[in-house]
């Protein structure tokens, strides 16, 4: 054995001078850039991307809320830094001379977004960018302030290729809902709207009540008080309940109270859809489960008699058109949902919920009544609905679009 393995000594010493040559000439330098130093780019790339999706979303949720965030608000700064390896990352751009948070939308104080570099940096979906949305932009920061993510290997091949700048960005939409899936089978009237909320048409920007937090009835615990008695309103689920209904914004259908279709108590409805109404006074299901809970229900904006579902918007002409109907060949044409905090109701057949606040009915007779408060609320895993005039009614949905 030893004579058969004799003749290889002279190799020895071979893969010593591969490597020798190979470090020479670059090639393992150049394997180690591309290993490491791309490696460790492209994780500098999810961090960012991370960070500005993290950012955009709360961002969006801000807007379609209270008021857009600036890039230098601290919470967005957080949350961009909060995902990133280091614990660090900038809302910021490479062109310091753009804006790092920009976007579109009605009221929101937002900066325009230019238009894209063709570069690739932010590209618009194919399908374009809803009315709102709110962009997002994050760049490379180290802790020691520099925004230059450094090259270990390929500085030593390139000489002055000391190290480059990652930037990504974000984008997220908000709207109104489009289809909502209720329990509680009751539609309001535009004109009950804004007459509960206090808003002028065509604006919806009506007096929200602070929404409920914590375990159900969500009031009472420290820093989220009981709304004032003042606050309550009572919905009339009646015909004829709201002086001026009686044309294009909505009133309720003489019979209808308000009442939708729906079989076992279940609708499924949808922003510019139509929906059929239920007709007579009986109560047609047990609420209980909604006390002391915010039920999203539609608001609809034209009552029409129709032997067969209609199509389309609401007729413009004549007016009459959106105040007919009666008993089962009535539709409500549905202009958006709107978030009501359920305190009480009284309804048909003794069926009766003192309101949580007055701890009486919220009315009695003849009166076929809901109570409760219009409250702010953000979704995000819903349809969204078009961007109609009157643009929602308080609940919107978020969506990750670029």
């Known amino acids: 054995?030893?004579?058969?393995?004799?003749?290889?000594?002279?190799?020895?010493?071979?893969?010593?001078?591969?490597?020798?040559?190979?470090?020479?000439?670059?090639?393992?330098?150049?394997?180690?850039?591309?290993?490491?130093?791309?490696?460790?780019?492209?994780?500098?790339?999810?961090?960012?991307?991370?960070?500005?999706?993290?950012?955009?979303?709360s961002a969006a949720q801000d807007c379609a809320i209270t008021v857009c965030p600036s890039a230098t608000s601290p919470s967005l700064m957080a949350l961009a830094g909060a995902n990133a390896s280091d614990g660090t990352s900038g809302i910021s751009r490479t062109n310091p001379a753009l804006p790092a948070v920009c976007g579109v939308g009605t009221g929101s104080g937002l900066v325009s977004c230019p238009a894209d570099s063709g570069l690739g940096e932010c590209p618009t979906p194919s399908g374009g960018l809803p009315p709102n949305y709110v962009r997002v932009y994050t760049q490379t920061r180290l802790q020691n302030g520099s925004t230059m993510l450094p090259y270990y290997f390929a500085q030593a091949l390139a000489g002055g290729a000391t190290g480059g700048t990652?930037?990504?960005?974000?984008?997220?939409?908000?709207?109104?809902?489009?289809?909502?899936?209720?329990?509680?089978?009751?539609?309001?009237?535009?004109?009950?709207?804004?007459?509960?909320?206090?808003?002028?048409?065509?604006?919806?920007?009506?007096?929200?009540?602070?929404?409920?937090?914590?375990?159900?009835?969500?009031?009472?615990?420290?820093?989220?008080?009981?709304?004032?008695?003042?606050?309550?309103?009572?919905?009339?689920?009646?015909?004829?309940?709201?002086?001026?209904?009686?044309?294009?914004?909505?009133?309720?259908?003489?019979?209808?109270?308000?009442?939708?279709s729906a079989p076992n108590c279940s609708v499924t409805t949808s922003t510019n859809g139509w929906v059929q109404t239920d007709p007579g006074n009986n109560e047609e299901c047990d609420l209980t489960a909604l006390l002391g809970k915010v039920a999203f229900l539609p608001v609809y904006d034209c009552v029409m008699a129709a032997g067969a579902q209609p199509t389309g918007p609401p007729p413009l002409t004549p007016a009459s058109a959106c105040a007919t109907g009666s008993g089962s060949n009535t539709w409500y044409h549905i202009a958006g949902f709107a978030a009501f905090y359920v305190s009480g109701w009284y309804l048909s057949g003794g069926s009766t919920a003192n309101s949580l606040l007055s701890h009486n009915p919220p009315c009695s007779g003849g009166s076929r009544c809901v109570s409760g408060w219009f409250v702010k609320k953000l979704l995000s895993v819903q349809d969204m609905g078009p961007n109609n005039n009157p643009p929602g009614f308080g609940i919107n949905v978020v969506q990750v679009v670029g």
């Open 1 to 57: 054995m030893r004579r058969l393995t004799g003749g290889r000594a002279p190799e020895r010493g071979a893969v010593a001078i591969i490597v020798t040559i190979l470090l020479a000439s670059g090639v393992l330098l150049g394997c180690a850039a591309l290993s490491v130093d791309v490696g460790n780019l492209s994780a500098e790339r999810r961090d960012l991307q991370n960070g500005a999706d993290a950012a955009a979303l």
């Open 166 to 260: 990652q930037q990504t960005c974000s984008a997220v939409a908000w709207g109104p809902l489009g289809q909502f899936h209720t329990i509680m089978p009751i539609a309001f009237s535009y004109c009950e709207w804004l007459a509960a909320t206090g808003a002028t048409p065509p604006a919806t920007t009506g007096t929200y009540v602070t929404a409920p937090s914590g375990p159900d009835p969500g009031y009472g615990g420290a820093g989220n008080p009981w709304p004032a008695a003042s606050q309550e309103r009572v919905v009339q689920l009646a015909g004829g309940s709201i002086p001026g209904c009686t044309t294009w914004n909505g009133h309720d259908a003489p019979g209808g109270f308000g009442w939708l």
